[in-house]
């Protein structure tokens, strides 16, 4: 009798059975495609061998066959493997033969159950929306326009959802075939406030529709994607309108989301994260309390107006621009026509904002807004995010593009003769600005690599030069936003889904977390008259009902007594 042994495995009813000849290796060749594929960059093949557990000569034999295969490829100039050409035909062969309908179903029923009402699988049919499949709410009311049902794609939530998300093209021409016929005193029929709410949809990746086709019934959706990115449908969460309010509506678009890029593979991500970690376990904190009720959904680029005494910042999804008074908690808000990243004082009165199309001023008082500049003119799929002003009034911002795709962004610099100059480009998501006390460090963070970055700065040129990582995120402690950069010289930065604000030394290493009682702080500034306070702006974007039920402050501004003094914001020069 030979050595050789035959592997044996249990059946279904637990009978032993010989191990298929070949199956052993099939396992093992898979394993490595699955670890070329899981990689986040490309892998030698010593790194593939090591995470395989095979010994090198079984290693390369397997690599060499799925690379004769068409399965995985090499590339020549660093010897690394990456995924084969034959994988992506074989992906178009899946997408081709895609069941939306099947693929969509249990996700149909899991929001149905979830939420309690009318779930719908929705399709563009020309200038109509095409309800394709749907689940009944459990609860007593039941809605018309079931499977085979037409809406106006203007007039409904799913609509708004696919044709928010086609390509720029395609959705102008899209638009302009629509009609925007009124249902409702609360249809969009003006083209420009529609196009508004089409980036709107964009930027927080789900639509909302209440009583704009029905005045009794309302919805939220979100998109489903297909290989290339591109909208093939939608999924809409759909009840009485006295029962889906606005709150209740914005609510449920996170789950809307998540529904749909389970049905989608997760392909086209639209913003800087989805998932929340845990809340983390700390004491309650009797220096921190919640300063500016304000329930933004996107607060953001807070600024202390020392002319004002009081805190400027925006919301970037519902556009405004916020004056608030920390100390009673009063605030008002200025709408804005289009997303609106940040904005800051002017020296000469007034203020400047980093929006959507570019940079402008605005006068409060008489609503005038006038054009500075736009760099980004041929770029319409992006948006200004975070912005500053250094110490001789420059005013400093980023961009990133709308559905953050990577690469897109860029970081400009606008001077007060209002000449611009690009300080930077292919960021993911530009976020964080700011300068040391000596004028010597510039720190910018790029949201969507989880870094800080620390360049040399000159203040007299306004140049930037050897940029280098001053911090580096791990996966577990959230995703690095805005920031200040107090008299110290110590860099605080918030941390979206972190639940928490950190203060890094000037080489990087944590000197203090402070934790937070909601868990997306966007941005942070010091002011108050002796400019010891620290303001700190939050979300509620993208939150589901569970989350905004732990996290109910979610949105608002809140005071740190910090402990140390912060730098006074300087107002733009132009």
Known sequence: MSGRTLSVVENGDGEAAREIPGAQALRRGLSLLDIVAESDKPLRFVEIAEQSGLSKPTAHRMLATLVEAGLLRVD??????????????????????????????????RLADLTGEAVRLAVLDDTSVLYIDQRDSAQAVRLGLGVGARVAAHASGAGKAIVAHLDPQHRQTMVSR???????PNTIVDPVEFARELELTKGRGYAV????????????????FDHRAIAIGAIAIVGPSYRMGVDRLHALGRDAIEAARRVSGNVGQLAMSISINPRPLGPERDDLRCAVPSACFLGEGPVWSAADKRLLFVDILAPSVILADPESGQFVSKPMPELIGAAVPRARGGYLAATQTGFKTFDWSSDTITSVANPEAGKPGNRFNDGKCDRRGRFWAGTLAITTSPGEGALYRLDPDGSVATMGKGFHISNGLGWSPDDKRFYFADSGTRRIYVYDFDIDSGDIANRRVFVQLPENAGIPDGMTVD?????????????????????????????????????????????STLYITTARIRMSQRQLAEAPLSGGVFALRAGVRGQADTPFAG
């Open 178 to 184: 629509l009609g925007l016929e009124r249902f409702t």
């Open 209 to 224: 529709s209440f009583g704009e086709q029905h005045a009794d019934i309302s919805s939220v959706a979100a998109p489903i």
């Open 487 to 531: 008299a110290e010289g110590f860099v605080w930065s918030a941390h979206w889904d972190g639940w928490c604000v950190t203060r890094y030394d000037p080489d990087g290493k944590v000197d203090r977390v402070v934790t937070l009682p909601v868990p997306r702080p966007t941005s942070c500034c010091f002011g108050g008259p002796d400019l």
């Open 76 to 109: 020549e100039r660093d010897q690394t493997y990456r995924l084969g050409f034959r994988l992506f035909r074989m992906a178009h062969r899946v997408w081709n033969e895609f069941d939306l309908r099947g693929a969509a179903s249990p996700e149909l029923a």
